[in-house]
């Protein structure tokens, strides 16, 4: 039986690493039918790799590092940031701010500030090429070293990157059984977040930097877990610097400190909780210093706001307002929309806050998962490297439906296959109907552990 097992499991690992090299050098992703394809045979095998745990771990701990490597020395073929990812690392390595300057300036300008200036404005295009960067510090620092490792070849500096990010895994890996393990849950679920096709094509593949992101966020809930909670605040502060999703967390800390294993209100933590707040905001301030100008509020608060008020893309419940919208008042709602949907968010987080226990780590992890699922919910844009989050958080969570989907968010390139890209509605409209269905699902049936 166990040769049969570790036979199948081989050739689930050879039919997947024969999928992702396919997917890594042979597609675009105008090709949508024949990237849908892929897809769903990459999870079918993630399916029947992940249903059962009788395999060794090296096996799996190998399988994940050795599917990633296949990407390794590719240009990524979904995503054009990672061309704006090296010119801000580029900018750095020249003594520049990239915070306050536009690449469209330098050149329409005919000033080339760095290496390979015109080719990186292509491929990054002009809509990005036109606003402010918003990536903070750690994740500015991951590009310098891509620049300091490769600073005149694109391709090396994407090898760079990719590398950071397997490590990243690798780290996600190291802490995240640990997590688990403190929970009392199984070790190996940790594996539903590293074989996930879309992890592995979406963040490794496409160079996206959620993995670093989340390596320092689950490394700051195991310290939490261990009661290290300074130790958590400085780890939660860097995984805010890389991406700024973490700061919607900040809230539910509250109860995590103030409440007693009894369910009283310790009024003395209340310290520890100030301390907390202080630790995570200074570390994020000091951070920021280094690219600190008078201009760098301006521009980093006017790319942030870009994102509420003129990007949407395979949105939700935005849609259906907007379609509201366009029936009462004949015109697109995004700038009333855009900024109803924060304080929304911010309502629901403080309900989470205040209504859920939040005591234990499960708890605690739980109301992550629904506060960012609901900013995802009502968001006007819904990048599909977004739902990484999402995915680590659920497996320490009685919930899956993230790994749904990551499953359906593939019917988002569609609009990619339309030259200009364009989106038919019809295939957001049943990416949402599967992820709610489960969702409303899971909410319902029976509690388990």
Request: proline share 4%.
């Amino acid at each position: 039986m166990d040769f049969l097992k570790k036979n199948s499991f081989f050739l689930l690992a050879i039919f997947s690493g024969i999928l992702y090299y396919i997917f890594a050098y042979q597609i675009e992703r105008t090709e949508f039918t024949t990237l849908l394809i892929l897809w769903g045979l990459l999870f079918s095998s993630y399916y029947l790799l992940t249903r059962n745990y009788k395999v060794s771990v090296s096996y799996y701990t190998a399988l994940f590092i050795v599917l990633r490597l296949i990407f390794l020395i590719t240009i990524p073929n979904l995503s054009q940031d990672f061309y704006r990812f090296i010119w801000d690392g580029r900018m750095i390595y020249e003594g520049l701010n990239p915070y306050i300057s536009l690449p469209e300036t330098y050149i329409n300008t005919g000033n080339y500030p760095i290496p390979q200036a015109e080719e990186l404005y292509a491929g990054m295009g002009k809509m990005n090429g036109s606003h402010f960067t918003n990536y903070p510090p750690i994740n500015q620092l991951c590009f310098l070293i891509a620049a300091l490792f490769s600073n005149t070849s694109i391709l090396g500096a994407a090898i760079v990157m990719r590398s950071l990010l397997i490590l990243a895994d690798i780290g996600i890996f190291h802490f995240g059984s640990k997590l688990l393990k403190k929970l009392n849950l199984n070790p190996n679920l940790i594996f539903l977040y590293l074989l996930n096709p879309f992890i592995i094509i979406e963040l490794t593949g496409n160079l996206h930097f959620e993995p670093v992101m989340l390596f320092f966020l689950v490394w700051s809930l195991y310290q939490l877990q261990k009661r290290n909670w300074i130790i958590a605040a400085v780890l939660l502060a860097i995984s805010i610097n890389v991406k700024l999703i973490p700061l919607l967390f900040l809230p539910l800390f509250l109860k995590w400190f103030l409440i007693n294993d009894e369910g009283n209100i310790v009024w003395k933590n209340i310290k520890n909780l100030i301390a907390f707040y202080a630790i995570v905001i200074c570390t994020c301030i000091a951070l920021f210093l280094p690219f600190f100008s008078s201009e760098l509020i301006d521009s980093y608060s006017n790319s942030i706001g870009l994102w509420f008020r003129n990007f949407e893309f395979n949105a939700s419940f935005y849609y259906v307002f907007r379609e509201i919208g366009y029936l009462f008042r004949g015109y697109n709602e995004i700038a009333v929309i855009g900024k109803i949907t924060p304080v929304l968010t911010i309502l629901f987080l403080l309900a989470v806050t205040f209504i859920k226990k939040n005591k234990t780590a499960k708890e605690l992890i739980t109301s992550m998962l629904f506060a960012l699922s609901f900013y995802y919910f009502t968001t006007t844009t819904m990048h599909p490297w977004y739902l990484s989050t999402l995915i680590i958080l659920s497996i320490f969570t009685k919930y899956k439906f993230p790994l749904v989907w990551s499953l359906v968010i593939i019917l988002s390139y569609q609009a990619y296959a339309n030259i200009p890209w364009k989106e038919n509605l019809w295939f957001v409209f049943v990416e949402y109907v599967v992820v709610y269905s489960f969702l409303i699902y899971e909410i319902k049936k029976p509690t388990h552990v």
